[in-house]
């Protein structure tokens, strides 16, 4: 039964460029959440999706959108980047009202 | 902003000793979950403790919570160099958002 996977492991991009990751939640969940870990820190949720929609969102900007596609599987976004986006993008999923969320490796974004 | 804040942000103790860490945080929570982070790549989640809960057990772990503090502890027994890692509490204030801590990084010496 394979885990919560996300691709790419690493990226790197020029200031306002635009990037795209992607997730691939645990086999037989519904609902995926999208982190950003800064070095040092905890992570800091973004925003969650849940039947192709945006159920919930943190308190990053618009620059920052997503999707969810009918396999449940996700895409972060993030447009016109800055140095302050470089961190490790975490993807966690679960099965709809289950607290517990299962956490992908991550993608480590450095931007340039 | 973060919900969590642990205490301490490092320790370092001798392989068979016993670690403590302490997470506080500020509103009402429907759950608490600690997660261990090895070298920065994904978490792995420890254990759940809901907040009619007072205390929980897993393996090597023991949490515990106190809601009337807002604080809950985390205690790995008979360390192991394995267990070196970052441990971060995340409340949940059932909207199935988590609020995570900055962590404690916890060494373990051989």
């Known amino acids: 039964d394979a885990g919560v996977t996300q691709s790419p492991t690493h990226l790197i991009k020029t200031r306002g460029q635009q990037v795209t990751l992607r997730c691939s939640p645990k086999s037989g969940h519904d609902t995926v959440s999208w982190y950003q870990q800064a070095l040092g820190q905890g992570p800091q949720f973004i925003f969650q999706?849940?039947?192709?929609?945006?159920?919930q969102r943190g308190n990053f900007p618009d620059r920052f959108s997503g999707h969810q596609f009918p396999n449940y599987s996700s895409e972060l976004n993030v447009n016109a980047l800055l140095l302050g986006d470089s961190a490790l993008y975490l993807c966690?999923?679960?099965?709809?009202?289950?607290?517990?969320?299962?956490f992908g490796p991550g993608t480590r974004l450095t931007v340039t | 902003s973060q919900q969590g804040e642990e205490d301490p942000q490092a320790l370092s103790i001798q392989e068979g000793e016993n670690a403590t860490m302490n997470c506080s945080y500020k509103t009402s929570i429907n759950n608490l979950q600690w997660y261990r982070q090895n070298s920065g790549r994904g978490l792995v989640h420890l254990i759940l403790i809901r907040s009619n809960e007072r205390e929980k057990h897993s393996g090597r772990l023991r949490v515990t919570l106190d809601t009337s503090k807002k604080s809950s502890s985390l205690l790995i027994t008979a360390s192991r160099a394995a267990d070196t890692a970052s441990y971060f509490c995340?409340?949940?204030?059932?909207?199935?958002?988590?609020?995570f801590g900055a962590g404690t990084t916890v060494t373990v010496r051989a």
């Open positions: 999706y849940y039947e192709e929609e945006e159920r």
């Open positions: 995340a409340t949940d204030a059932d909207d199935y958002k988590l609020s």
């Open positions: 966690a999923s679960s099965l709809d009202l289950s607290h517990e969320q299962y």
